[in-house]
């Protein structure tokens, strides 16, 4: 018979305790992996940053600028330290929701983009998260100095409860040097048929494009229905997207997407919108200022040979620009230290030569006028064939259209892609006939939906 | 002693419950109140938790008539229709073949097929929102050279193309991930079965019919099941590659994308709570259908 081996303490500890626990080894292992790792948290806790203001913004071009700021409002303030967080797109939008929901991790201060902005805005009005900026710009001054038609997509019920980050005036960019091959002169372009005329006879289905518009939806129809006059809602609130100016925008749209005379491909973004412009593909498109800044990073090859010019208009002597995108800043009602925030907001907003070296980094033109007379929005652009292009689109600006909103806009706008997108279907399977009759419909249905979602609504 | 005894036989009363307490906790706090909290709610329409106004069966009696839900309860039937009767044959043709003893490199095809389950959804979704590109694409690129398929066919914004391409990237997903099941089951089947039914002459189809089959019938039941479930569930893949608006015309609109744009976009949690608790009803009325056609419940089974 064997001698049964000898065994060390340490191994006779161990396993002691592993046969003496209950349910074997694996259970053990477990155990002990959750108290190291549980007891390995409790010791580093991730404490929450100490700031007096917590900014969140969704754009990262944004975070870096407010971040180079940030210093200055601090040596300002002392004692008052500022959290810039960058918060991605979509999340920023239900962070926030759920933040005002559940009153936790509010932040003091947050941008909000403003497709997403008029749905903050459901509910009682007194119970809104943000707090209403109207007597101070009015206070201070600024209600004067900024242009006033960018306080529409972020007011409610009369009230402000967005400060404007931009304007958003939208140019049209092209490729200089296909359009002098095609023969194009942009100063003939003044009108949208004779841009239209010239787009049929330069368009290559498969292989040449004179813009880029998209059929299914209705983002690229917005410019368009806002140069117009036209609009989702008006003032007071009301659905105005199944109006005169609607109907007329969407007939005169879709002969440009689809069915024969089409001379748009939507061909896609990033990547693809790059290789399309760098390829001739697509030669020109809607700019907006935040769009000229993604034409230089992303279609960089193409530095020299773009340039801007004021979109056509509707009709001789009419508006020659529209707008599409923006951001406002919010003041949340849980904000600790309200009158800090408003000085934020000053110093990050309305601090003219602070807007004018930011509009050298970003293209964005800010919606305080006091601004523009700054010498950065006269520089030349080498992207843009020299162009200043500050001073093109400051020039455009005061005649940008208001863009009204509502909690149901999110709807209305995806409501008008459904009308968008089934136009552009029948327009392609029977021309002209009926197409009308068709459109005013396909309206009708669209906004009596909203309008139903609105009764429903009882706040 | 009496006193001891007293404590020893309360403690082996008690112990049951001590034992289910953690899980009744958490059941109770995590799965119980919400749902309780939802079918309260969905009497109510909603602005966020707080603001709310009573509206009985409005929310229900609504539903029936919102043309967005009706179009998302379509696309979402449409592509459970497509799970059960596309993914599914596909997933048991390919468990079928990769069962074969003689086929060489099988387990590496096995485990080719059942890679892209590995690979998260989020991922999968960027990389097809790619592959679906108008002009350079590569599908497009494929079927243009190979097919003469124009190259600006849009994929995912003409309404047409988007259920087929929502229902080619899940096959491409869950093929592969519902084969394992039926290579399990396959691998189940009594040998001696096979011998018996080819001793009485039965030819490979009649094998499959009245061998195979009934020897894969529980998982077969379990798979469907699972996967129709699944797909009533549709969310992530549209809402990645569409977008939150459900596409062109909302023609990649499911229920739950619907539920999550009432809730979480428009904060009318009560009509939300209206969607969830509709579709809840839906899958298991769906699923109790399928279970009595495919005689799940028979004695023996």
Request: proline residues 6%.
């Amino acid at each position: 018979m064997a001698e049964p081996r000898p065994r060390s303490w340490p191994r006779d500890a161990w396993c002691a305790v592993v046969e003496g626990f209950p349910f074997g080894l694996a259970p053990f292992i477990i155990l002990v992996l959750a108290v190291v790792s549980g007891g390995w948290l409790l010791l580093h806790p991730i404490r929450p940053k100490k700031t007096t203001l917590r900014l969140w913004t969704f754009a990262d071009i944004h975070a870096r600028a407010y971040q180079k700021a940030v210093p200055a409002f601090e040596a300002k303030h002392p004692g008052t330290t500022v959290d810039v967080q960058l918060v991605h797109g979509v999340a920023v939008t239900s962070r926030l929701r759920a933040a005002f929901w559940a009153d936790l991790d509010v932040p003091d201060l947050v941008e909000v983009e403003i497709s997403s902005a008029g749905t903050f805005f459901r509910g009682r009005i007194d119970d809104l998260g943000f707090i209403d900026w109207t007597p101070w710009l009015k206070q201070s001054g600024f209600y004067d100095r900024i242009v006033h038609s960018r306080f529409a997509p972020y007011t409610c019920k009369g009230r402000i409860f967005g400060l404007p980050h931009d304007v958003h005036p939208v140019m049209l960019a092209y490729n200089r040097e296909a359009f002098r091959e095609l023969g194009i002169d942009p100063a003939k372009l003044d009108t949208w048929d004779a841009f239209a005329r010239a787009g049929r006879r330069v368009t290559v289905p498969g292989s040449r494009y004179m813009i880029q518009l998209s059929d299914s939806n209705a983002s690229n129809l917005d410019p368009f229905l806002f140069q117009r006059g036209g609009g989702y809602f008006d003032a007071d609130g009301n659905l105005t997207m199944d109006d005169a100016v609607a109907l007329a925008t969407v007939k005169w749209y879709i002969p440009l997407v689809a069915g024969p005379g089409r001379i748009d491909n939507d061909i896609g973004g990033r990547d693809v919108f790059t290789r399309a412009v760098e390829s001739g593909i697509i030669l020109s498109f809607i700019c907006p200022d935040w769009r000229s800044k993604g034409a230089e990073t992303h279609v960089g090859s193409m530095s020299g040979k773009m340039a801007l010019m004021p979109l056509p208009a509707f009709a001789k002597g009419g508006r020659r620009t529209s707008t599409w995108g923006g951001t406002m800043l919010g003041i949340t009602k849980k904000c600790r230290n309200k009158k800090l925030a408003f000085e934020l907001a000053r110093h990050l907003y309305l601090n003219a030569d602070d807007l004018a070296g930011r509009f050298k980094e970003l293209n964005i033109l800010p919606p305080l006028r006091d601004a523009w007379r700054l010498p950065e929005f006269d520089e030349p652009r080498a992207y843009w064939s020299g162009q200043a292009i500050g001073r093109l689109y400051a020039d455009l600006a005061e005649q940008v259209p208001p863009q009204y909103t509502s909690p149901f806009i999110r709807l209305a706008k995806a409501k008008m892609g459904e009308v968008v997108s089934s136009s552009a279907a029948y327009y392609r399977a029977n021309g002209e006939a009926g197409f009308d009759v068709f459109v005013r419909d396909r309206l009708k249905v669209a906004a009596d939906y909203v309008r139903t979602q609105m009764k429903r609504n009882p706040f | 002693m009496p006193r001891r005894q007293a404590i020893f036989r309360w403690q082996h009363k008690c112990a049951p419950y001590l034992f289910v307490a953690p899980f009744v906790v958490v059941f109770c706090t995590f799965g119980l109140y919400p749902l309780v909290k939802s079918l309260v709610l969905s009497f109510y329409t909603t602005s966020g938790p707080r603001s709310r106004v009573f509206v009985g069966l409005g929310n229900f009696v609504f539903l029936l008539s919102d043309a967005d839900f009706v179009k998302a309860v379509w696309n979402t039937a449409v592509f459970a229709f497509f799970s059960v009767f596309l993914q599914l044959p596909l997933s048991l043709g390919l468990a079928l073949l990769l069962n074969r003893k003689r086929l060489r490199g099988r387990n590496f095809f096995r485990l080719m097929f059942f890679s892209p389950r590995l690979v998260g959804m989020v991922f999968v979704a960027v990389l097809f929102v790619v592959i679906f590109q108008p002009q350079f694409g590569l599908l497009n690129r494929v079927l243009h050279a190979m097919i003469g398929l124009d190259l600006d066919t849009k994929w995912l914004a003409n309404r047409a193309l988007v259920m087929p391409a929502l229902v080619l990237t899940s096959l491409w997903m869950y093929v592969g991930f519902n084969m394992i099941y039926f290579l399990a089951a396959l691998q189940a089947v009594d040998r001696n079965l096979y011998d018996a039914a080819r001793v009485d002459g039965a030819n490979a189809w009649q094998q499959f019919l009245h061998v195979t089959l009934p020897g894969i019938k529980p998982v077969a039941i379990f798979v469907v099941v699972l996967s129709t479930i699944g797909s009533f569930q549709l969310f992530e893949l549209p809402y990645l590659m569409l977008g939150n608006g459900g596409g062109p015309e909302n023609a990649g609109l499911t229920i739950v994308m619907y539920l999550y744009q009432n809730g979480f976009e428009t904060g009318d949690l009560g009509y939300a709570s209206a969607i969830g608790w509709t579709l809840a009803l839906g899958v298991l009325v769906v699923s109790l259908i399928q279970m009595k056609i495919t005689g799940a419940w028979k004695r023996g089974d």
